[in-house]
């Protein structure tokens, strides 16, 4: 009889069958074993990432806002069961903008559009969050930074490329992302809506995550009293906005600020709050029929690409210490490319300012470039000015510009959010970097941490930041980091015109 026939007896191919199940238990033994954390009644199992870091994606921190909850404050949810925590959720109702601008600017940069991945998928249950953690250490815990994401506060999401967290992670902090409402369903105050959150209902998600993180980021490692926000373009307003609601006061102890717009129309007024509603609904009340995605579409149409500012008092309730700071082209990227054009648009804008005559002069002496200084017309009111201003009312405070532009013939410059994947150091997830710009990232996350930590961003081995002064020093006269191909300090001359168009 065949030997390979008989009972009990392993073919030649069976041993090597076998040997490849015990070299692969073998490196399953090397394999880290999938991180999990007790919340609630609730067991979350994540992902083990490389070096250490381990990571909770898609957690859901409040109440769906779905059917009677529309429009109204958030809940915090209350988790029960065993949770797969290795999937991002659904990102809150809105258009396709941001993955589109995602895909050219990759394109531009000499990537490939599909480097950063599919969209997500919107759902009205959005209110998720994610959690990078560090590698366990001994002693208290790490800080913690919550990011609060821009787009207008229309469109945006937790997951998206520039925001993972890992990098960030591995160097001592334990990072959160957050998804809060848009649009309409995040911001609008109609007369029919009898809630304390109309016209910030958005900035009630980012308080129920707020509340969320207090009192469950110990389980992951991060400290509740060193909780830091920060955020970029409607993200940093939304934190401004934070600091002027009582009911924000000791859910977080520092705020860093990317780009924030600060201008003149950053908080809405009860009057041109209900102007938005109106223009969206006339007198009568939203219908309840209505699907959030056809909400959605509703505010693209009617609104376009308008800014939804929060409804908040006016008057700041509280100040933390504050990292802040924009960048050299905020608007380079959105100016039409005819200088024509550009030119009229120029003008249209001197015109809305004080003094546009004595501001064109002062341009002049400050920019010898035509692009730079129809950017300027705009980001000096909306992002410089307003930057410094609230440094200076700060109990602490550090200012930026970034200045570094990514390699490539993109004509970009520093546009409006390239600072944030050097935040995140996701530089060279989705686009080009060179080893400037992997060193630049290195120094920035060193900054931003140290920040985080203890309230200041120096430490060793870093350039000294000094802090900003309080009170009314001329702000074009004080140093200020500049983030370029080599990090110094130096003074900006455009805050000359500070003066010129923000008043006392």
Known sequence: MDSTKRPGAVRPIGKIALALLAIGALAGADRPAAPRVRVDQATLTGLALPGGVSAWLGIRYAVPPVGERRWHVSRLSHLTGAIDATHYGAACPQGDYTNRWYRRMAVAMGSDADAVGPGPKFDEDCLFLNVWAPPKRAGPGAPVIVWIHGGSNTSGYSQEADYRGAALAARGAVVVTINYRLGALGFLAHPALADPSAGRQGLSDQI????????HIAAFGGDPARVTVAGESAGGTDIAALMHMPVAKGLFARAIIESGYLGPHALATPASAAHTAATLFGTNPPPAAMSAAEIARLRDDKLKSEFLAPLVDAKAA???PLLIGSNADEYRLYLPPDPAVRSEQEAAALSRLPHPDQVAHMLMQVADDPARRADLVGAIPAFHCPAVRAAAAAPAAWVYRFDRARPGNHGFGAYHGTEIPYVFGTTPAWMPA????????????????????????NGPGLPAWPRWPAGKADPAKVPMMHFATRPHLAPSPDLALCPLIIEP
């Open 208 to 215: 129920t995550a707020l509340r969320w993180i207090r009192a």
């Open 318 to 320: 509280f100040r933390v």
């Open 434 to 457: 060179d080893p400037a710009d992997r060193a630049l990232s290195d120094m920035v996350m060193r900054y931003w941490i140290n920040f985080a930590a203890k309230g200041d961003p």
